[in-house]
């Protein structure tokens, strides 16, 4: 476990396939916080970390174990990324699968939630992934990922049951909207106590920040899958306006290849600095 100061943080994990990412992107968006998605440094992370052995990872059972294992290692660069986001008071949200509960002791309680998913959410979820994107390597061991990932749900739920922790049951059916409040429930001491990013520039350079780790994360992964066709992200409008949910699809070069400092705005949306009064 990391000795460094913990940067403040709110989770929002579980296994993959519960909507964490469109629901912490829903949150963050509403609250004025800032989102930090774990999978947008996943490239990054790996440069520095131990490869894991393929051996282990032929069965669901030795990949639900090396991802738990990797997730403890990755830890320390989740949180070295955090803290140098400069937040100061303000909480990042944080997501994804490898925020597993044995890893929250040092969080205050209420500040962390866990989705889990019926396993055939899990199922539909995967399938759709394979569907949208040329991913080689998940194409290749599909029943792979998905048994490791039914097996996480299980861990995760017995783990927060011995470690404490809110979770939230996603069912095969799932009704978002409730699922969405449920999760702010979970985690509503969290949201009355946090500090909000400051609308205009403040606001807008995080979600900038979030952008750009989204359009490295894309280019990265396009160049180590070898995938040619382009993929469309929802980046976030740079507006800065307070609770702005609005969204521009665009790839990564459309993104990154804009003009120096220009934000990228929706349509009708004010850059920062001249929001409406």
């Known amino acids: 476990m990391p000795t460094a100061p913990w940067q403040p943080m709110i989770?929002?994990?579980?296994?993959?396939?519960?909507?964490?990412?469109?629901?912490?992107r829903t949150l963050a968006h509403a609250e004025d916080l800032p989102l930090h998605p774990v999978d947008r440094w996943t490239y990054e992370h790996a440069a520095r970390l131990p490869v894991p052995r393929a051996a282990e990872e032929a069965t669901p059972d030795g990949a639900a174990d090396a991802?738990?294992?990797?997730?403890?290692?990755r830890l320390p660069l989740v949180l070295a990324d955090v803290r140098g986001r400069g937040l100061g008071a303000v909480p990042a949200l944080v997501e994804g699968p490898q925020l597993l509960p044995e890893l929250a002791g040092p969080l205050p309680a209420g500040h962390a939630v866990w989705l889990l998913p019926d396993p055939a959410l899990t199922r539909r979820a995967r399938?759709?992934?394979l569907a949208e994107a040329d991913d080689p390597s998940a194409r290749s061991r599909p029943g792979l990922f998905l048994g490791r990932d039914v097996l996480l749900t299980e861990r995760i739920r017995k783990r927060a049951a011995v470690h404490g922790g809110a979770v939230v049951e996603v069912g095969p059916e799932p009704d978002w909207a409730q699922v969405g409040r449920d999760v702010r429930s979970a985690l509503a001491a969290a949201l009355r106590a946090a500090p909000r990013l400051e609308p205009g520039r403040p606001l807008a350079a995080q979600r900038r920040f979030e952008n750009a780790a989204a359009a490295r994360q894309i280019t990265l992964w396009t160049a180590t899958e070898g995938i040619t066709d382009p993929v469309r992200f929802p980046f976030a409008c740079?507006?800065?306006?307070?609770g702005c949910a609005a969204t521009c699809t665009a790839t990564a070069p459309e993104y990154t290849d804009r003009p120096?400092?220009?934000?990228?705005l929706a349509p009708g949306h004010l850059p920062p600095g001249r929001l409406p009064r």
Do not use: N
């Open 260 to 264: 120096a400092g220009a934000p990228l």
């Open 11 to 24: 989770w929002i994990g579980g296994a993959p396939g519960a909507g964490k990412s469109t629901l912490a």
């Open 67 to 73: 991802f738990v294992r990797y997730a403890g290692e």
């Open 238 to 242: 740079e507006c800065g306006r307070s």
């Open 127 to 129: 399938e759709r992934r």
